[in-house]
């Protein structure tokens, strides 16, 4: 996720370049990433439920 009170450096229509929190499973800990890149194809979308 977008690190707090942080907008993307850079923002495009298929990727974001900016300031993120990401957990890192070696660690097990939530670590801060400068400069990174967040494809928005690469990422999970967000699931859509059933409408009743």
Not at 10 to 22: A, D
Request: glycine share 2%.
């Amino acid at each position: 996720m977008r690190a707090a009170n942080m907008e993307p450096l850079v923002k495009t229509k298929t990727y974001e370049r900016g300031s993120y929190v990401c957990f890192d499973p070696n660690t097990w800990e939530t670590v801060r990433k400068e400069n990174f890149v967040v494809y928005y194809e690469m990422s999970e979308k967000r699931p859509t439920l059933p409408q009743h």
